[in-house]
């Protein structure tokens, strides 16, 4: 855990965070006097705006709060690091892009946000004479095997109308062959 990671943990009460690993091991626990409570099944948030942040679907914890709050982005980290990767599924995801043109060269950028605004995904690609290269891809590793690589890629087929069998050839790390491999794109 790096400095940043312990600093917004750190802002959570002990009861909080028993209340997250509790709902991650699908145990009821109530945060007596704090705001959030589970049943094993359903995270809530009481109090002014209460509202379900996660539910249990199957072997799938989807994330339905809204995130717009600082609180409810530690929740989100939290629970990430106390599930088994690739168990949760958020929603409301914001996807940005952008990119440059260099002559007959298009490099461009997709990033994924948070409904909090925190960025934790980017996917960089570069067009050049009907070829697209995947220049990288970076999800966070606390959000990784939740959608957003998935997300980045869907959007970029979208925005250019091309399929994965368009994408040219590059080298992968471990994790991106994997990933390449596996994903429904």
Known sequence: ????????????????????????????????GGILSTDGKKLHQSGMGGQQLAVWRGRTVFWTG?????????IMR????????????????????GGDSMGDQW??????????GERVGVLSW?????????????????????GIATALYQRLFKDQGITVRD???????????AFRKGARL
């Open 107 to 116: 490099e461009g950028w997709i990033h994924a946000y948070l409904p909090s």
């Open 167 to 177: 994408l040219k050839s590059a080298m992968k790390t471990g994790v991106g062959g």
């Open 1 to 32: 855990m790096d400095l940043r990671e312990y600093l917004a943990e750190s802002r959570l009460r002990k009861s909080t965070l028993q209340v997250v690993d509790a709902f991650a091991d699908q145990l009821p626990l109530d945060d007596s």
């Open 66 to 74: 809204d995130g717009g709050t600082r609180f409810q982005g530690q």
């Open 78 to 97: 939290r629970l990430t690091k106390s599930t088994p990767q690739g168990t949760v599924e958020i929603r409301g995801l914001k996807i940005k892009t």
């Open 126 to 146: 570069r067009q050049w004479q009907k070829e697209y290269d995947i220049l990288f891809v970076e999800v966070e590793p606390e959000f990784r095997r939740t």
